[in-house]
Nanobody, 114 residues
């Protein structure tokens, strides 16, 4: 399983970005996929998760601002990020859980200026 994340960049506070995570295989076969982030000096944290059934889960800090979605036809998971805040600045990585293993893609930097 290979995951390729893209869509990061520099945005002003209040702005929006959409991250994409393209998988090498059928994402429908994955138990779940998620977006994690790690800011400098902080531990990696779960941002959003989508289960194969379509159920989603979000960190409290992003509820109401971020939306995770999946396009099975494109084998891609998205993270729509609205109302971005400087504290959202981090490296964002996508993750897939499949056949008992976690797979990680290379992260993409998101920087939110105040």
């Amino acid at each position: 399983v290979q995951l390729q994340a893209s869509g990061g960049g520099l945005v002003e506070a209040g702005g929006s970005l959409r991250l994409s995570c393209a998988a090498s295989g059928s994402i429908f076969s994955f138990n779940f996929m998620g977006w994690y982030r790690q800011a400098p000096g902080k531990q990696r944290e779960l941002v959003a998760l989508i289960v194969r059934s379509g159920t989603t889960n979000y960190a409290d800090s992003v509820k109401g601002r971020f939306t995770i979605s999946a396009d099975n036809a494109k084998n891609t998971v998205y993270l729509q990020m609205n109302s971005l805040k400087p504290e959202d600045t981090a490296v964002y990585s996508c993750n897939a859980f499949y056949a008992g293993m976690h797979y990680w893609g290379k992260g993409t930097q998101v920087t939110v200026s105040s």
